[in-house]
């Protein structure tokens, strides 16, 4: 599904965030990406969807390589690729319908078609029946779920999170996780990069570890 060969990034300034870092994640496969603070992992999942460019190496999405994608194909990349953030990213003065709507009213899709597919997603987050609610007025968990069903809305086939649960306490940060894990049962290929070690070890996926820019460990799973 995504492959990393020898992947190397230097930002301006001469600093190297990744050194030849190596990995293929396979289609349907959930792993975690860890490391300290500055390790790198931000800088990976931006060049997995093609918002920064590799300095050396090469990335392959789907068969294809898009280390050199050009700028009017990035659209067709992102479409496939649901991205939640930790600060969840809500526009604070629409509804969650309109939040969720998002990726549907950029890829055109007509209004009729769109309620039925939020309320769809919504449903699979748990959070149908505040369809109509302003962000304000849901907790951090169900704003991250908000976010998550505007990930997913438009059915990507790999979903990236950069720290989901980092504004989350434990207990919904694990319920946050467990919906991560119910969109892998369903097909979908999962990364998501967390500092949270006691999640990582409650929840059996395979761990990537970066350290300083490098790729040390790729745990697999136990199972
Ligand atoms: N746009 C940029 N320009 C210059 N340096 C950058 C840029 N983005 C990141 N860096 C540097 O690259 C290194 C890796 O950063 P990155 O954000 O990928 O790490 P991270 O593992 O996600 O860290 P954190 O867990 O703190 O978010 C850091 O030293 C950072 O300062």
Do not use: W
């Amino acid at each position: 599904m995504i492959r990393f060969s020898q992947v190397s990034k230097v930002y301006p300034g001469r600093h190297q965030a990744l050194q030849k870092v190596d990995f293929e994640l396979k289609q349907g496969e959930m792993a975690f990406l860890t490391g300290h603070s500055g390790a790198g992992k931000s800088t990976l999942l931006r060049l997995a969807m093609a918002m920064e460019r590799v300095s050396a190496g090469q990335i392959e999405f789907a068969g294809k390589d898009i280390t050199r994608l050009a700028a009017h194909r990035i659209p067709f990349l992102r479409r496939q690729i649901g991205i939640v953030f930790q600060d969840y990213k809500l526009l604070n003065d629409r509804s969650v319908l309109d939040n969720v709507a998002l990726p549907l009213v950029i890829e055109g899709y007509a209004f009729r078609d769109i309620k039925p597919r939020v309320l769809a997603a919504l449903d699979k987050v748990g959070l149908r029946d505040k369809y109509q609610c302003l962000p304000a007025m849901l907790s951090g968990g169900e704003q991250q779920r908000v976010g998550i069903a505007r990930a997913v809305v438009n059915k990507p086939t790999l979903l990236i999170a950069d720290e989901p649960t980092g504004n989350l306490d434990p207990q919904l940060s694990e319920e946050i996780l467990k919906i991560f894990s119910e969109f892998n049962h369903n097909g979908v290929t999962v990364l998501v990069a967390t500092h949270d070690l006691g999640l990582i070890s409650r929840m059996n996926y395979r761990t990537l570890t970066l350290h300083e820019g490098r790729l040390v460990d790729s745990q697999e799973q136990t199972l």
